[in-house]
T-cell receptor
Framework: GAVVSQHPSRVICKSGTSVKIECRSL??????MFWYRQFPKQSLMLMAT?????????EQGVEKDKFLINHASLTLSTLTVTSAHPEDSSFYIC????????????FGPGTRLTVL | DAKTTQPPSMDCAEGRAANLPCNHS???????VYWYRQIHSQGPQYIIH???NNETNEMASLIITEDRKSSTLILPHATLRDTAVYYC????????????FGPGTRLSVLP
């Protein structure tokens, strides 16, 4: 089946620094990708919808200036957590739809962010 | 908010069938029932989806009631590797539509 990758798989950074997370669709093109966040023992929460060639759409309560999303190609979306703080520590997961398939959505393996 | 309700947890003996229920009483006519699972510290994995007919694949079977207000995911021979959180989600089958995750059911397969 279709594969979505994320890089890095885990990252530890100091408070105040910025972290970039990449999401790639490896064998299909995705004009739309999604970014989710999952805190411990909670479910996935949608943060934003990433659209190739246009601005991302953010969910209510998600700061667009803090979580920068760039979807510059049909196979790559990036999420940059700017000026990270300990409360941003979470599991970040991306997903993408494979157009023309069964429309099941494929999820990446996730990125564990720890902000010290 | 999620449009489905699931029991928070279930146990199943290894080698037995695991039957995971899901209620979706407000499902719309154009919404599909999707099942995903999430093993600890991994991304969600697609299992199966269906509209109104029962579906089967190499991983599981999906039984949808005639009124479509509930469904059951069946893992025919559960193994220890099936221990995970299972999410039942209703969603229109359109490209570019996100998923809304509820708390899911934590299935523990016991030896």
């Amino acid at each position: 089946g279709a594969v979505v990758s994320q890089h890095p798989s885990r990252v530890i950074c100091k408070s105040g620094t910025s972290v970039k997370i990449e999401c790639r669709s490896l064998d299909f093109q995705a004009t739309t990708m999604f970014w989710y966040r999952q805190f411990p023992k909670q479910s996935l929460m949608l943060m934003a919808t990433s659209n190739e060639g246009s601005k991302a759409t953010y969910e209510q309560g998600v700061e667009k200036d803090k979580f920068l999303i760039n979807h510059a190609s049909l196979t790559l979306s990036t999420l940059t957590v700017t000026s990270a703080h300990p409360e941003d520590s979470s599991f970040y997961i991306c997903s993408a739809d494979q157009r023309g398939g069964l429309n099941e959505q494929f999820f990446g393996p996730g990125t564990r962010l720890t902000v010290l | 908010d999620a449009k489905t309700t699931q029991p928070p947890s279930m146990d199943c003996a290894e080698g037995r069938a695991a039957n995971l229920p899901c209620n979706h009483s407000t499902i719309s006519g154009n919404e599909y029932v999707y099942w995903y699972r999430q093993i600890h510290s991994q991304g969600p994995q697609y299992i199966i989806h269906g509209l109104k007919n029962n579906e089967t694949n190499e991983m599981a079977s999906l039984i949808i009631t005639e009124d479509r207000k509930s469904s059951t995911l069946i893992l025919p021979h559960a193994t220890l590797r099936d221990t995970a959180v299972y999410y039942c989600i209703v969603r229109v089958n359109n490209y570019g539509q996100n998923f809304v995750f509820g708390p899911g059911t934590r299935l523990s397969v016991l030896p």
